[in-house]
């Protein structure tokens, strides 16, 4: 969906090294979410905003932090990046708004490879 | 808390042939349930979702799910399979009922369809 961008789309980086993941949106809405994705499974979430003040942890957010920069803007770092944190992450965004059911909608997605 | 099961890694079908992805989901209250598709090397898109009301929710490109409350199902299915169907296709869940605001997701079905 064009509304909801990540970059970058993919990522090479060495064990240790600091990495951001950036997600900006156009949708206007105030939740956004991060991902990753594991072959066999499925999706899971590391860390989700409600709104510009509001982050929360998700189910597997140890080594990862979020910045909520702005209501369009979400990103996601890697600390210091390991191995097992190789995977496809994606940003999604959702409207809380009366009469909306909250349906996500989904980046791209960002491939990140730590060697 | 809630729990969303698609027990079928992989569904095979001939073009043409009708189709059906399984979903089960487990909550406290009420379920939000939805199917998003992950075609290769692309982000989720939003299929269809069941807040309320007719069991038979139709979606995008002629697919539709029944909700079946008793059997805690969301089952997706296309009366004829096209080749271009061939993609990763997630169930997940909000359960309106438990304070819950994030959706869970199964580990996803790859489905196959054969010429």
């Known amino acids: 969906d064009a509304d909801v961008t990540q970059t970058p789309r993919n990522r090479i980086t060495k064990t240790g090294k600091r990495i951001m993941l950036e997600c900006s949106q156009t949708?206007?809405?105030?939740?956004m979410y991060w991902y990753r994705q594991d072959p066999g499974l499925g999706l899971q979430l590391i860390y989700y905003?409600?709104?510009?003040?509001?982050?929360n942890k998700g189910e597997i957010s140890d080594g990862y932090s979020v910045s909520r920069q702005a209501q369009a803007k979400f990103s996601l770092s890697l600390e210091s990046a390991i191995p097992n944190q190789t995977a496809l992450y994606f940003c999604?965004?959702?409207?809380?708004?009366?009469?909306?059911?909250?349906?996500?909608?989904f980046g791209p997605g960002t491939r990140l490879t730590v060697l | 808390a809630q729990s969303v099961a698609q027990p079928e890694d992989q569904v095979n079908v001939a073009e043409g042939n009708p189709l059906t992805v399984k979903c089960t989901y487990s909550v406290s209250g009420n379920p939000y349930l939805f199917w998003y598709v992950q075609y290769p090397n692309r982000g989720l898109q939003f299929l269809l979702k069941?807040?309320?009301?007719?069991?038979l929710v139709k979606g995008s490109y002629g697919f539709e799910a029944e909700f079946n409350k008793s059997q805690t199902s969301f089952h997706l299915k296309k009366p004829s399979a096209l080749v271009s169907d061939s993609a990763l296709y997630f169930c997940a869940v909000r359960d309106t009922g438990s304070g819950y605001s994030t959706l869970t997701f199964g580990k996803g079905t790859m489905l196959l369809v054969s010429p």
């Open positions: 999604a965004t959702s409207d809380p708004g009366q009469g909306s059911t909250d349906t996500q909608y």
């Open positions: 905003s409600f709104d510009v003040k509001d982050i």
């Open positions: 949708k206007g809405h105030d939740r």
């Open positions: 069941y807040i309320t009301g007719d069991n």
